[in-house]
């Protein structure tokens, strides 16, 4: 099974200005996930910053936040070039879990665009 759920630097921040409580597996090696959002208010920032779980493609599996997730709780994932991202979004997707997202591309598409 293919995952089908790609997700963006815009839909992103809309997660983060509704406050959407969602996990963020942060694959990357040196990439900032932070810094394309550092233009929103630290109230909005701070939120963000409590969902991102920095792990690797191997451990996120293992750690005790994630595996408290229910099978309906939001995860977006992101890797430095998109690929882990999309196979762990479609394994989550086999598994069970019905709001797996992926950032097509990876974190490079985050940091590439502009922010205000």
Do not use: W
């Not at 509704?18 to 959002?37: G, H, K, M, S, Y």
Request: hydrophobic share 40%; aromatic share 10%; net charge negative.
């Amino acid at each position: 099974m293919e995952a089908t759920n790609q997700i963006g630097i815009y839909q992103i921040e809309n997660l983060i200005l509704q406050r959407v409580p969602f996990t963020l597996l942060d694959l990357t090696n040196e990439a900032n996930v932070i810094a394309p959002f550092e233009h929103l208010n630290a109230y909005y920032l701070n939120f963000f910053k409590n969902l991102i779980l920095k792990t690797t493609a191997t451990e996120y599996k293992s750690t005790e936040k994630f595996l408290s997730l229910p099978k309906d709780a939001p995860v977006v994932i992101v890797c430095d070039s998109g690929e882990d991202s999309k196979k762990i979004a479609s394994d989550l997707e086999s598994a069970g879990y019905i709001n797996a997202f992926y950032v097509d591309g990876g974190a490079k598409t985050l940091t590439a665009l502009p922010t205000n």
